[in-house]
């Protein structure tokens, strides 16, 4: 299969969800990150341009962290085995969702009855 190189190709792998209180959601997905470098006549590539690729996309993510509209992304990268002609690279993600929680339909209490006795 012939396709543009250096190409990137991203697939999630897992998703993880635990709750942390009763209206927030942690939730941690993961990714595998495949590079390819480009290759000569033969189909090989250079071992060094690969590993400078691979190095590259793990310093974006090495900061740890990513702002996205108002929230904070936590981010995690780490290499993976390498390939003829292929890098792979694990990425995580973490973030805190808000749960929407359903009111329930109840009936309300109409009235209370109480007997208070005094004991000496």
């Known amino acids: 299969m012939e396709y543009a190189r250096p190409s990137f190709f991203l697939r999630q792998v897992g998703v993880t ?7 927030t959601i942690a939730e941690k997905l993961e990714y595998l990150l495949r590079v390819h470098e480009n290759v000569d006549s033969y189909a090989n590539s250079s071992a060094l341009a690969l590993l400078e690729t691979q ?28 390939e003829l002609n292929v890098a792979n690279a694990a990425l995580w993600v973490e973030y805190f969702d808000e749960r929407e929680t359903q009111a329930i339909e109840e009936d309300k209490i109409q009235t209370v009855e109480m007997r208070v006795r005094k004991e000496e």
């Open 17 to 23: 969800r635990a709750d942390v209180n009763r209206n």
């Open 55 to 82: 190095q590259a996309v793990m310093d974006i993510f090495r900061q740890g962290v990513l702002q996205v509209g108002d929230r904070w992304l936590r981010l995690s990268v780490e290499a993976g085995p390498r």
